[in-house]
């Protein structure tokens, strides 16, 4: 089968793997239909994430159809349509019985390896996204093996198109946890830092659970544009304007009242904190880019929330600790419990509550995934979101 595999920084290649086959009884196979290049996927192809290996099978966002399953695999059958979330959960240990899928105690063979980098227990294993969470193969490729299909997988309906629904593997799901986070009350001014497609849709849903006000920052016009189009936010260009100045200016002096981290680890701000980020990381004495993080804490209103869907890998410096204790901050943040809302945000989407589509920029087939990589990495053509045919 064709697969999009990782063979070293910036290095990303269409090649012909072997078929993925039944491991375990409570495995499917599943035949992709649809895949989609993430803004986390980027953070591989640039060599961010430890524990890669050349020849990895990447990407974590994909759909398609089951065409064989295990002896104890009951809830989905040869013939359904199914999204696949993109970590793996066994269902059965103490955090997914809470629901905290994320943190499955089961599925990552490399925990032991991961906690002493990260410290007690570890993240849940993930498809196609390093052997640091589990080194299993991942969906940019036209078939893909699904450990404990019978906790992940789940249904679609017929009439629904996979663009609609795609998005449920990973980012709708990332982007609701992230607002829902945020706590937010009937008038809240919500700030999201970062117009890629999780912050778009975080900015989205922070409108269906209240938010009075959007505040969205970016560097990129067009996606300023689209913030202000589909989610009627307010802008700010960080390359243009100073952003606590205009944030001020927006809010009275008052801050924002909950923030969201839509960046992550490769912040590429326009501030002398992110010319210091990069340098740090050049010389390695840091592995991760916060100007994004910074700003959000220090434009915080006292007693608001900081939430951080985008993604950290490491350790940072200059993490401004005094400015969120003196405001009394409350901080949510981690991978998605995407199990806890598939079901949920699918209502949402029958009832036309949300189409996510509208952050679809680039389709294409498989062999295109290594140019559309670059396209994304570099925001050309005005590049938000790659939706790609298996």
Known sequence: MKAVCWHGVGDMRVENVPDPTILNPQDAIIKVTTTCICGSDLHLMNGMVP???????????????VVETGREVHKVAVGDRVVVPF???CGRCEFCKKGLFSACDNTNPNAEVVAKLYGMGSSAGMFGYS?????????????VRVPFADVGPMKIPQGLSDEKVVFLTDILPTAYQAAEFCGIERGDVVAVWGCGPVGLLAQTCARLLGAERIIAIDREPYRLDMAREHNLAETINICEDDVSERIIELTGGRGADRCIDAVGCE?????????????????KLATDRIDALREAIYNCRKGGTVSIPGVYVGVADKFPIGAAFGKGLTFRMGQTHVQHYLEPLLERIERDEIDPTYI???????????????????????????VLSA
Not at 53 to 58: E, K, M, Q
Not at 270 to 280: E, N, T
């Open 131 to 143: 052997h640091t969470f589990g080194g299993y193969a991942g969906g940019q490729a036209e078939y």
């Open 51 to 65: 524990g890669m290996v050349s020849g990895d099978i990447v990407g974590h966002e994909f759909m398609g159809e």
């Open 267 to 283: 912040a590429t701000g326009c501030s002398a904190g992110a010319f210091y980020d990069q340098i740090k990381v050049k010389v």
């Open 87 to 89: 970590l793996i959960s």
């Open 360 to 386: 679809i920029t680039h389709r294409a087939g498989l062999d295109d995934a290594p140019a559309l990589y670059k396209t994304f990495r570099d925001k050309k053509d005005q590049c938000t979101k790659v």
